[in-house]
Structure formats: structure tokens, C-alpha cells
């Protein structure tokens, strides 16, 4: 970005025009289109299938014709399978009329690969040299074991310009966490939609995130001063901080210094250096300088005092920096962006679930911040855990860290700790300063819980000892982690035996294991239609939804009228016909 201010007059008109064409750039857009079973759900008595298709080819029909769209989707050809997932047009290869005629056609079917879609995704990226905007619009979380929120994470980080923007169609609170995270990590935002004119609306505002409208900027012609000075930056600025240079008279931002463009020419003035760094906010700004004409300047850290802090290699994660004189972070320090230069003073380091105490950083000096000097324990999260652990201070009982998959370790100071799985929380640990701790499930002999798709509606899991209920296992979830110990499964119309979950062991919840028989009335009908066995609960079928029952011979009574037995065999599946 630099500027020669001796130019003719013309070619500084020229550069003006140049200027209006850049800002008048639009991104490529590709879509990912959720097309797992679950988008047969429905909104307002309407499949979300049929309301993201509609809403989505408004938007793409409406794109100015200078952005590329493509359109990727998954779970739509085969039942089951992890990799249906398909490129259906790449963005500038596609005709867009092709590309709503395929988005048209798309149908649900299966699974839900978020994390394989976007590396997909990235691949399609590298066939275009513009910027890119990722639109994922989904109705639930990733089931083919992947970690979508480190994939975005990994895609930021690859020499592609991409950001990842969520559009959360009709979630639950677990899905919006791990959508809301990809929107995070791939440095877009994410949206909340529950309704046909909520997804109209987030997709509009991602409209506005992607297309930038053309603005004319009509060219002036401004006369420079031909006297300049040479103004160069110092070898003692860290690589990765940029410098802006801005004239005080004007406001101007004239040029940014890079480590790879150390130099630039300035017309004779008062300048203000701004030393930033990419993609952090907090900027140092020294007091202005006057520049005089012929003069060379050199901006180096030492005229500043500025101070060198290091990431140190056994930090689990960002340091944040925080000035004590304004109580505010400042920067972050990580694996990727490990040196930093601040200026003398007081500063703390917040490492998540620690901050340390004051430590004054002395002009031109270099400290590395590391876990090892506040003796942090590092905690990890084991891979046979099925859902996210917290961190309990033993003391106070607060919450001080959650550890999961996308987020596996945590750093905290040593004491006394209770680790919250979702349903068992572990006696009291130790946590021993510098140590190195994995949270397990079979710490605990946790069993794992499933519920087996035979099985109609809910099942609660009941505590034997207590009569507390502990789990409702359906659909949405499937699998759960409990203590071992005597349990009771309470399903539509029927109460198990107490059977006993093993340490450690892998159990399955099965209508089948009880010989349960589904039966339902042939048509609803008015008032109570009663099953009767011995001294069980009545089974009311009155409102014609199927009801899973044990076998065996039952008394049928309609409105207060016993119609006679009816005996219901192991595993069948019945509908009984009554005459009104």
C-alpha cells in the first residue's frame, strides 16, 4: 500500500478511480445446504426442508451477478452414510439457473457430516483466488464423530480467505453451542432461526455480510507538495506488528509498515504512528512526530521502551494480556502469534481459568509468559467421555472450566476438585501443582446407556435406591453416561424390574429384552378405551397413539363397558378395531 506523492497529477486521478473498483468487490459465496433426515422436521405444519429451499433460492436469485455461488449439501443420497456428501456447484463454474435447479432436487435422507462438508468446502476455496463466504444453514449438530468447530479453526488458519457464517434452523441449545462455535472459530457470525421469516431474516443479514454494494468514488485531483521524507521501520519491531502511519493535519492514513515493506516516502509533516497487530483491536499510539522534508526517520520499539512478551510452549491455550492501569485486555498470546511488544507497566495474564497476580514488565525487557510459573495443572478431557465435563472448585462449588471434545484440556491452579460428568459427579480430587491430569469416564466405571430405536416416545431412567428420576433417553438422545448401580427404565405404558448397570459396561435399553407388543386403536375414538392387567396402571389408547405394552391377556373397557380379553402376544404389534 504505498504511495510515491511526487507523481503527475493524472496518475494520482487514476489511483482514485482504482480505489472506487476495489471497494465495489464482492466475495464468492458457497453454501452448505443440511440435507440430513432431520430437515423433514417441520415448522409451522411446513417440512424445514421445504422452507430453507425456498428461502435459500430467493437469496441466491437475488445475489448481484458479480458474486460466484456454489452450493454443497450432505446427508441426501444415502441412509446411514458419513460420506454422502456432494459438490453440486462450484462457485464461477456453475450457472446459477443450474445451481436452483439442483438446490431444488436436493431431498433429505441421512447423516449429518458438518466437519467433512467444510473440508470439503476448503478444497472447493482453493480452485478461486477471491475471498469466500461459507454459509452452512443446518438443523442439528454433527453425527459422523467429526469436530466441525476445529475444522473451521483449521480452514482460518490455511492460506484461504474464508469466513464461516451459521445459520441455526429450528436447534436446541446443544446444537446452537456447537454451531454457534463454528461460526466463532471460522471468523463469521452465527444466526438463530425458529420460524420461516426467522431463516428469511438471518439470511438476510447474511446477505449483507457477504455482498459489499458498489460505491462510487468520484476522483479529486488534489495537488502534493513535491517535498518528502524517507521513513522506514526499525529491525527491532516484531514481525508480525504492523504500523499504520496517519497525518495529523488531515486524519489520513497514508501507509502501513509490514515487516516484509519496511519503507515508504511521506510528504514533510506531523505524523502519528499506530503499531497494531492482525486481528486484535488494541493498538499502541505513541505522541505524533514532526517529519521534516529530505529528513529520514526510522519508528524503532527501543524509542518507545517497548517490551517483548513470549508464549511459553506449555500453555495449554491463549494467554490474555491485561493492562492493570485500565483493567482491560489488551492482546493475546498463542501458539500462532507468540511474541508480542507492549509497553512498559503493570500487566496480569489471564490463561482462562487463572489470572495471575500484578508483575511489572521494565522498558526493552523480554518475559515469557508461562503455566509453569503460577505451578497451573494441566486437566484433560478423555476420549471416552461422552459429553462435556466441568471443573468444580471442591471449596466454593463454582464452576471454574468445562472441558469437551472441541475444547479437550484445561489449566488450573492446583487445589481440590469435583469433575461434573452431565449425569455423576465424582467425589473430591486432588490436583497437584505442574501435574498433568486426564478425567476419564472409567475413572468412575461410568456405564454407557443406550436407547435402542425399537423403543416408542421416551424412556426415564429411574434411580432403584432413591425413586429419583435421572435421564429421559429418546431420539435426540440416544446415549447417555451414568454411575453403575440399580436402575428402572419407565417406558409408554410399562415399568422394568430394577436392573443392575455394571462398572464400565455398555448397556442397551431394548423393547424387545421385555417382550413389549405396540398396540393402538384403529381410529380415535370418544372417551376412555382402557387396558387392564392385574394391578398395573390403566393403558388409555383413547387418543390413537401407539403404546408399548407387555404381553399377555388384557381386559378391554370402553366408557365404563368391558368388552371382553384381548391377549396380546411378546413383540407383536396390534391395532384394535372398535365399534362406536
Not at 58 to 81: K, W
Not at 157 to 184: M, N, P, Y
Not at 439 to 455: F, H, K, Q
Amino acid at each position: 500500500m504505498h504511495r510515491s506523492f511526487h507523481l503527475a497529477l493524472p496518475l494520482i486521478a487514476l489511483g482514485c478511480m482504482a480505489s472506487a473498483q476495489d471497494a465495489s468487490r464482492n466475495a464468492d459465496v458457497l453454501f452448505i445446504l443440511d440435507g440430513s433426515g432431520s430437515m423433514w422436521g417441520r415448522v409451522n405444519e411446513v417440512e424445514k426442508i421445504v422452507i430453507a429451499k425456498d428461502v435459500m433460492s430467493g437469496l441466491i436469485d437475488g445475489l448481484p451477478e458479480s458474486v460466484d455461488a456454489g452450493l454443497i449439501t450432505y446427508g441426501h443420497r444415502e441412509r446411514g452414510s458419513c460420506a454422502d456428501i456432494e459438490v453440486i456447484a462450484t462457485p464461477g463454474q456453475t450457472d446459477r439457473a443450474d445451481l436452483l435447479a439442483s438446490l431444488a432436487g436436493v431431498t433429505p435422507l441421512g447423516k449429518t457430516p458438518i466437519s467433512d462438508s467444510l473440508l470439503q468446502a476448503g478444497e472447493v476455496m482453493r480452485q478461486t483466488e477471491d475471498p469466500v463466504s461459507i454459509v452452512l444453514v443446518s438443523d442439528g449438530i454433527e453425527s459422523c464423530e467429526g469436530d466441525p468447530c476445529a475444522t473451521a479453526a483449521l480452514l482460518r488458519e490455511q492460506d484461504i480467505d474464508v469466513r464461516i457464517h451459521v445459520v441455526g434452523f429450528d436447534v436446541d441449545a446443544e446444537a446452537k453451542e456447537q454451531l454457534s462455535c463454528i461460526a466463532e472459530a471460522g471468523g463469521g457470525e452465527y444466526y438463530d432461526a425458529s420460524s420461516a421469516d426467522a431463516l428469511d431474516a438471518a439470511l438476510a443479514d447474511v446477505r449483507v455480510s457477504i455482498v459489499e454494494e458498489p460505491v462510487m468514488v468520484e476522483p479529486v485531483v488534489t495537488p502534493v507538495a513535491p517535498q518528502v521524507a524517507n521513513l522506514f521501520r526499525a529491525d527491532d519491531i516484531s514481525g508480525n506488528t504492523d504500523i499504520t502511519v496517519i497525518n495529523v493535519d488531515t486524519g489520513e492514513e497514508v501507509d502501513i509498515l509490514f515487516a516484509s515493506e519496511p519503507e515508504t516516502e511521506v510528504p514533510a509533516g506531523t505524523y502519528r504512528f499506530e503499531f497494531g497487530y492482525p486481528f486484535q483491536n488494541w493498538r499502541f499510539i505513541p505522541p505524533p512526530v514532526t517529519i521534516e522534508a529530505g529528513s529520514d526517520y526510522t519508528i524503532s520499539a527501543a524509542d518507545y521502551g517497548l517490551a517483548t512478551v513470549i508464549w511459553g510452549a506449555d500453555n495449554a491455550r491463549d494467554v490474555g494480556i491485561i493492562q492493570e492501569a485500565t483493567n482491560s485486555k489488551i492482546l493475546s498470546l498463542m501458539a500462532s502469534r507468540e511474541r508480542l511488544q507492549i509497553p512498559p507497566g503493570a500487566y496480569r495474564f489471564d490463561f482462562g481459568n487463572f489470572i495471575s497476580q500484578p508483575t511489572t514488565i521494565e522498558p526493552g525487557g523480554e518475559y515469557t509468559i508461562s503455566a509453569s510459573d503460577y505451578a497451573l495443572a494441566t486437566v484433560r478431557w478423555s476420549d471416552d467421555i461422552r459429553a462435556d465435563v466441568k471443573i468444580v472448585n471442591d471449596a466454593t462449588g463454582d464452576d471454574i472450566a468445562t472441558i469437551r471434545k472441541s475444547s479437550s484440556s484445561a489449566q488450573i491452579p492446583p487445589g481440590t476438585y469435583r469433575f461434573a460428568f452431565r449425569y455423576f459427579t465424582s467425589p473430591p480430587v486432588v490436583i497437584e501443582p505442574d501435574s498433568d491430569y486426564t478425567v476419564t469416564a472409567a475413572d468412575y466405571g461410568l456405564a454407557t446407556v443406550n436407547w435402542s430405536d425399537d423403543i416408542l416416545g421416551d424412556v426415564d431412567v429411574i434411580d432403584d435406591a432413591s425413586g429419583e428420576g435421572v435421564v429421559s433417553l429418546r431420539k435426540s438422545r440416544s446415549e447417555v453416561q451414568l454411575a453403575p448401580g440399580d436402575y428402572r427404565f419407565v417406558f409408554s405404558g410399562f415399568v422394568s424390574p430394577p436392573v443392575t448397570i455394571a462398572p464400565n459396561s455398555d448397556f442397551t435399553i431394548s423393547a424387545a429384552d421385555y417382550g413389549l407388543a405396540t398396540v393402538s386403536l384403529a381410529e380415535r375414538v370418544r372417551g376412555d378405551f382402557l387396558l387392564l392387567q392385574g394391578d398395573q396402571d390403566p393403558i388409555n389408547l383413547r387418543d390413537g397413539r401407539e403404546k408399548q405394552v407387555l404381553p399377555g391377556p388384557y381386559a378391554m373397557v370402553y366408557r365404563g363397558e368391558e368388552l371382553g380379553i384381548i391377549n396380546i402376544d411378546a413383540n407383536e404389534t396390534r391395532m384394535i378395531e372398535v365399534s362406536q
